[in-house]
């Protein structure tokens, strides 16, 4: 998660926050978006704007038409996975407060859709600074992008002294025995057991198998 103020947009580029994504050409974002940023693609936010209601988008031009953009939304204050104060009860800030939050709704993936190459950086300064002009504009505590991989939340709180990267969480591992899924659910707890011998009934029922078998041989897929 990285968490960033306000400051102005520099090197004359030009920030438009539009209130649909209807509103932005599909091919143009679509051609910004990574591979790896399903969430962030034109057609999810589509499908969460007739879903749910319009999807407001910060985007960011240059002389040569779109360069970067992302959507925004108004977060949430129940507990869960995108409540602030649960997360940093023990972090000194004003999680208590409202912010502008970035990508899509409920997104556990977020990246910042933008160019690459060698206007990458600026593309990026300038989204941050605008997303933050914005959230002043709206007397918002600050900028707040969620569930980003630790490489792109680095690369852009780079851009800003006073942004910050915080690790909340990361991704899971389980270390399987030689013996594989019966070993494993052998040192559960009994409601563990239960718990996932179910879950590979249901499995079962849809025809679908799980296997074992060594690293080695994973491939090709069973």
Avoid at 54 to 64: D, K, Q, S
Avoid at 92 to 114: Q, V
Avoid at 195 to 214: N, P, S
């Amino acid at each position: 998660m990285i968490v960033a103020r306000s400051q102005d947009v520099r090197d004359g580029l030009r920030a438009v926050v539009v209130p649909s994504v209807s509103m932005v050409d599909r091919h143009a974002w679509d051609a910004l978006v990574a591979d790896s940023d399903f969430y962030d693609c034109h057609g999810w936010l589509a499908a969460l704007e007739y879903a749910l209601g319009p999807v407001e988008l910060l985007t960011l031009h240059g002389p040569a038409g779109l360069l970067g953009g992302c959507a925004l939304w108004n977060g949430e204050r129940t507990p869960g996975l995108f409540c602030l104060p649960d997360y940093f009860a023990d972090v000194p800030g004003p999680w208590e407060r409202k912010f502008l939050w970035i990508g899509a709704r409920r997104s556990t993936h977020n990246e910042i859709p933008c160019t690459l190459g060698h206007g990458r950086d600026r593309a990026l300064r300038g989204l941050l600074d605008a997303a933050e002009q914005l959230a002043v504009r709206r007397d918002l505590a600050g900028v707040v992008i969620p569930y980003m991989p630790l490489e792109k939340a680095s690369e852009l709180a780079s851009f800003r002294e006073d942004a910050r990267v915080i690790l909340h969480s990361a991704e899971a591992s389980l270390a399987v025995p030689p013996h594989g899924l019966m070993e494993a659910m052998q040192a559960a707890s009994k409601h563990d057991r239960w718990r996932t011998r179910r879950e590979l009934a249901a499995f079962a029922e849809h025809g679908d198998r799980v296997r074992w078998t060594t690293r080695s041989n994973a491939w090709p897929p069973i």
